[in-house]
């Protein structure tokens, strides 16, 4: 049997959710009562239903209701589509709902390994419904990420200088001189930045922002252009091995600093004098994002979780 729908009209989904509530009870008066409307609107609706569809659904008498063949076919087929659309309404509220439902974060490798366990434990804690996938990558990857959709938000050093970008500070962390014990500067906490003109540094490949930054502080402490310095470690880990082995001298980020060098018993570090160089951490959105009330409680939640670190909390007086 072939159905030919009216091309210029298409059911409503009242005249389905009428439709489908007569097939269920197979009684006007309790169809209607089911879903909250009169009788003569509900079978209206039905009327409307069979004239969009050019097809007879029900048989109508004084004393019951029938589904002909078509309505029982098309009752299944009206089911389905109402189903549909519940589950439809329902993924919108859980898309309305803030911290529910994927959340792509983008997070630079040296900022992943130490500040990962506070950003999981708070929404382990707090977000519980918030499906948080972690993705690593160096930053001009997750710039590209974020533009193009593919992430939602990111947590790397900034400025970018994208002003398509809108950065959510969270804190400031100082820089650390990492050396082999015994070295003439360990255990120091006034290093003025002109030493770093003519130390063995050790930096990270191309590609890392933390490479870039190191090069910017010893520009600025006057360190020549030509000045040699050793690039052979693809990560923070590696680096401070090699610190540790007597190849030179590294900077590390404040928070990096219990983690990577409680692996050997080989290493010291000391501190520069006031201002010491440092970076800002920050969260990262597309301007104008849609979840930007959400990420900007989050980043506000992310600030008070990551006081115990060795930071200094954008916002907030030093002691």
Request: aromatic share 4%; charged share 20%.
């Amino acid at each position: 049997m072939e159905i030919l729908i009216n091309s210029q009209r298409q059911p409503t989904l009242a005249q389905l959710r009428a439709f489908a509530a007569v097939a269920d009870h197979l009684h006007f008066r309790d169809a209607a009562a089911a879903i909250g409307t009169s009788q003569p609107a509900l079978s209206g609706a039905v009327a409307a239903l069979e004239e969009v569809l050019g097809v007879q659904l029900v048989e109508r008498t004084t004393r019951r209701v029938l589904l002909t063949a078509a309505g029982e076919r098309l009752a299944v087929r009206a089911h389905a589509v109402l189903d549909a659309v519940g589950s439809l309404m329902e993924e919108a509220e859980a898309v309305r709902a803030p911290f529910t439902g994927a959340l792509r974060l983008g997070v630079i490798p040296t900022v992943a390994p130490y500040l990962l366990p506070t950003v999981l434990r708070l929404v382990h804690d707090r977000y519980p419904n918030l499906d948080l996938q972690v993705h690593e990558e160096q930053t001009a990857s997750l710039v590209e990420g974020l533009t193009a959709g593919r992430l939602d938000l990111l947590l790397l050093a900034v400025p970018l200088g994208v002003p398509s970008l809108t950065e959510l500070p969270l804190f400031d962390e100082d820089f650390v001189l990492v050396m082999p014990e015994g070295h003439r500067l360990a255990g120091r906490g006034d290093i003025p930045r002109e030493v770093l003109r003519d130390l063995d540094l050790l930096l990270l490949e191309e590609g890392h922002c933390l490479r870039d930054q190191a090069l910017d502080i010893c520009r600025e402490a006057g360190r020549s252009e030509g000045a040699p310095m050793t690039t052979s470690a693809a990560g923070l880990s590696t680096l401070v091995q090699l610190v540790a082995g007597g190849l030179g001298l590294t900077l590390l980020p404040r928070t990096a600093v219990r983690v990577e060098t409680g692996r050997s018993g080989h290493l010291a570090t000391g501190y520069f004098q006031e201002p010491a160089p440092s970076r800002r951490i920050a969260l990262v959105m597309r301007g104008g994002a849609a979840r930007a009330e959400e990420f900007e409680e989050f980043a506000s939640a992310l600030r008070g979780a990551l006081r115990g670190l060795p930071v200094r909390i954008v916002g907030e007086a030093q002691p």
